[in-house]
């Protein structure tokens, strides 16, 4: 199973920007497709970004789309989640997840996840 490991959270002011990185390892990721979720407090899980095997296909939901960019260097097993104009509401805990078939955007789905990284967005 791959192991995956979230960083690049911090604290920001609304308007700023962060990019959470991916590593992998004990696996190749060229296998698997790959997913950013978040959680903030008192609230599930939610879908945030997806990415196919190849990086040709990409999903936001649409609370993020036009500000935030899933990519991955396969070369590197890694992903990464560029975030721009983050507001408040962006404030979470980022997870990074991995599956072996087609890309979805349900967390349910994946099952490789990465132990977390705060995000903080303040006003």
């Known amino acids: 199973q791959v192991q995956l490991v979230e960083s690049g959270g911090g604290l920001v002011q609304a308007g700023g920007s962060l990019r959470l990185s991916c590593a992998a390892s004990?696996?190749?990721?060229?296998?698997?497709?790959m997913g950013w979720f978040r959680q903030a407090p008192g609230k599930e899980r939610e879908f945030v970004a997806a990415?196919?095997?190849?990086?040709?296909?990409?999903y936001y939901a649409d609370s993020v789309k036009g500000r935030f960019t899933i990519s991955r260097d396969n070369a590197k097993n890694t992903v990464y989640l560029q975030m721009n104009s983050l507001k408040p509401e962006d404030t979470a805990v980022y997870y990074c997840?991995?599956?072996?078939?087609?890309?979805?955007?349900?967390?349910?789905?994946?099952?490789?996840w990465g132990q977390g990284t705060q995000v903080t967005v303040s006003s």
């Open positions: 004990g696996r190749t990721l060229r296998n698997y497709a």
């Open positions: 997840a991995a599956r072996t078939l087609r890309v979805t955007t349900n967390p349910a789905d994946f099952g490789s």
């Open positions: 990415i196919n095997w190849s990086g040709a296909n990409t």
